[in-house]
């Protein structure tokens, strides 16, 4: 059996099929084909990429209190959604879709009512219309295309599948990307009310958005379970299931079109953006709105519950109903985190139980309020309100004394009352949330000052937090705010999943070395200072001065590293763009070489570009091969590459085996000795252009040259000074 682009097809649509969508085949939807006589599936022309019958039919169902005229109206709107700019039109759109249309019509005592006319019912997945077409062919201007699978709801075109062969080593899913771009091109129409943009070969799958570029199309990992399933995806499974599974279930996916897409307009360029949630934002945000629930009391629902992974969401340990502690989210420097606090801020909003929430969003640093406002401020279309930053203690109090709603952006320093005073109580009411950044490093030391005040002014609120970094097991002040952990993305997922880059790691020492001039007089001064103290309290300090971290921070030791990272840093600039982290032994260490830096580089202090986030059995198997469905088939190639891979030199071993059985099965394949074994040779070779393809036998991608440069720079920067590189002094360079 020839495997082709049309077993990936197959297999898509079986899945499709089973979560509760009708499959037809483009064909059956041609004009003038028509599947009832209510004409529900008729097109009128190539150029309809909308199924109006069916369209009409769900406005009327939805929407049974509008009058019939209105309705009308709607749907000449929704048709004529196009302008200039394709990303605008989508976004005029998408309001449309997420919240509805606006119509006008009089009332029987002749006055105008207005209202919102629903596309979509978002409680109810089964009281919508759910069809995935393949091979929809699409006729605009001199233009034909003809996608591989779109998805249609309620006859709307809301998602766009490309496929390419999985075991064709030349037909990537950039190649599918690529082909998307044609679309836009082509029959922008089409993508006028597209929601979601998926590529994949098959096994590899990617999902993306309408502006999205080839770098922020991502992997979809996870597939919720209403019964438990695991977050993560086993290895063995393909990539495309698990994002149609995870994306596509239906109730899962008008959340997705409800809560987390969103556009961006760039300030300075006036780009504008669609972003559309990660798998672990998704997850995330759905289990903190689930908790902040619970710990604001406001109701008692089903929790989403998800087995603890490397990616994990899911019930804080330890909560209680009406405790106030939401708990944390733990989601990896350069992970979206901003966006991710962005789509909790809109989902809790929307959450009829909460009743029109007041949101808190609290940082301890100036310049950190200003971006994450700033990026609240560009997305505030999802958010339904304008966020407002308090800017003084007095404008705070203003603002949280209303008696519902709100988006608040303040310091954790505005809650210091003024000398003399108490901290009054701004509002009792428990729909009040805060959303702490960098949550557990905002409590330190202040558990009995400015936190205390924040408690006071609010006792009922409800308190999550978000942080880049993981909460020390013994900070028990944050768990003690906030709660524990509900969502975990650490940095190794992060770095597998491309939502940041890899850290790459250059050993290098400092040297600690002994004034012996000094030593003889250590003791006698030591006795001097601690003249007062105990004995044991001496022997305390003793250990204490003595400790590693008192030799690491030593101030001559940090002033040369500085230097040298100094040196090193800006001598990497000039081959290439990047940024550095640096990593210390303990905050006291990390502020005294802050100092150190800025002494060196007073530019680089608050620098305006700080914490800005960039934002995502043999015969058995033979057997499925040749006689299974489309998926059963495509599900064998994994499977069969783990079984490869787990062998001595399994991938070697088989692609000279394969290379050698295909040259010796052309000299011979009219006979028929050679036919018997056709599928076999088939199943083979899928199998060795796959693990060829995937595993970097062929061109490499630009992510690879990439490091690979990355690294051949590496190589060739020498700081100078008194660093050490351990390799060179160890003669392995």
């Known amino acids: 059996m020839v495997f082709n682009e049309s077993i990936v097809e197959a297999a898509a649509l079986e899945w499709f099929g089973e979560l509760g969508y009708a499959v037809e085949h483009g064909p059956q939807l041609s004009p003038p084909a028509c599947r009832d006589d209510h004409g529900a599936d008729r097109r009128a022309s190539f150029a309809e990429v909308v199924l109006v019958g069916r369209l009409r039919a769900a406005i009327r169902r939805l ?65 919508n219309d759910w069809l995935a077409v393949n091979q929809f062919t699409v006729i605009e201007g001199q233009h034909r295309r003809r996608p591989d699978i779109v998805i249609f709801l309620n006859g709307l075109p809301l998602g766009l599948i490309e496929l390419k062969n999985a075991t064709d080593d030349e037909a ?23 929601a979601a943009l998926v590529v994949s070969d098959g ?32 290895k063995s499974a393909l990539e495309l299931e698990v994002l149609v599974r995870g994306v596509f279930e239906r109730q899962r996916f008008l959340e997705l079109l409800q809560h987390f897409i969103v556009f961006e307009e760039d300030a300075d360029s006036g780009a504008l953006h669609k972003i559309i949630a990660g798998y672990h934002q998704f997850h995330a ?57 962005l789509f909790f801020a809109a989902r809790i909003i929307r959450e009829r139980a909460m ?20 990026q609240f401020q560009r997305c505030a279309d999802i958010l339904g309100q304008t966020p407002v930053q308090a800017a003084s203690r007095e404008k705070l109090r203003e603002l949280l004394a209303v008696a519902s709603g709100g988006v608040v952006f303040t310091t954790i320093q505005k809650f210091l009352p003024e000398k003399g005073e108490t901290m009054p109580c701004l509002s009792e009411r428990r729909n009040v949330v805060v959303i702490t950044d960098e949550a557990h490093r905002s409590q330190y030391d202040l558990i ?13 609120a409800s308190f999550i937090g978000f942080t880049g970094t993981p909460i020390e097991k013994t900070d028990a002040n944050t768990r003690a705010i906030f709660g524990d952990y509900i969502s975990i993305y650490d940095i190794q997922r992060a770095v597998a999943d491309k939502a940041t880059v890899p850290i790459y790691y250059e050993s290098r020492i400092s ?104 934002e995502k059995g043999k015969t058995c198997v033979v057997n499925q091969w040749t006689t299974g469905k489309a998926a059963d088939r495509l599900a064998l190639i994994p499977a069969g590459q783990e079984h490869i891979l787990a062998q001595e030199d399994g991938k070697k071993r088989w692609l ?35 693990l060829s393809k995937q595993g970097g036998g062929g061109r490499q991608t630009p992510d690879q040259i990439d490091a690979a440069v990355r690294q051949l720079v590496s190589k060739a920067i020498t700081p100078a000074g008194q660093i050490i590189d351990v390799f060179t002094a160890a003669g392995l360079a």
């Open 656 to 690: 000279q085996l394969v290379s050698e059985l295909s040259r010796a099965f052309a000299l011979c394949a009219a006979s028929d000795e050679a036919a018997a074994i056709r599928d076999d040779v088939s199943f083979f070779q899928a199998l060795q252009a796959a």
């Open 448 to 460: 009995d000052g400015l936190a205390r005040h924040l408690r006071d002014a609010l006792p009922n």
């Open 172 to 194: 990537t899913i950039w190649s599918a990307y690529a082909q998307l771009q044609t679309y836009k091109a082509a029959i922008p129409s089409l993508l006028h009310y597209n």
């Open 285 to 341: 945000v759905n289990a903190a709105v689930q908790e902040t629930l619970r710990a604001s009391g406001m109701t008692e629902s089903k929790v989403l519950r998800e087995d603890t992974g490397t990616y994990w969401a899911g019930r804080m340990h330890g909560g209680k109903p009406g405790d106030r502690r939401a708990g944390v989210v733990w989601h990896t420097q350069g992970s979206g985190k901003s966006l991710t606090m």
């Open 511 to 614: 040297r600690l070395a002994l004034n012996a001039a000094a030593l003889p007089k250590l003791d006698e001064e030591f006795d001097e200072i601690t003249e007062a103290e105990e004995p044991a309290q001496k022997e305390k300090l003793k250990s204490k001065w003595a400790a590693l971290e008192a030799l690491v921070g030593d101030p001559g030791r940090l002033a040369l590293i500085a230097a040298d990272l100094v040196a090193h840093f800006e001598k990497r600039l000039e081959a290439m763009d990047g940024k550095a982290m640096i990593v210390c032994m303990s905050r006291r260490i990390a502020v005294a070489l802050y100092q150190a830096l800025i002494t060196l580089r007073p530019d680089w202090a608050s620098a305006s570009d700080d914490e800005i986030e960039v």
């Open 355 to 374: 009743r029109n929430p007041t949101l808190v969003v609290l940082t301890d640093r100036n310049d950190l309020d200003d971006q994450l406002f700033g």
């Open 203 to 234: 096994l590899q799958a990617r999902i993306g958005s309408l502006t999205a570029t080839q770098e922020w199309f991502k992997v979809w990992r996870a597939i919720d379970g209403q019964a438990g399933l695991p977050t993560e995806a086993p």
């Open 63 to 127: 929407n049974p209190a509008i009058p019939e005229e209105a309705r009308e109206e709607a749907l000449r709107k929704l048709l004529r959604v196009g302008t200039p700019s394709l990303a605008q039109t989508n976004r005029a759109f998408h309001r449309m879709l997420r919240d509805g249309v606006p119509v006008e019509y009089p009332r029987p005592d002749g006055s105008i009512a207005g209202d919102h006319l629903r596309l979509v019912d978002f409680d109810d997945a089964g009281a």
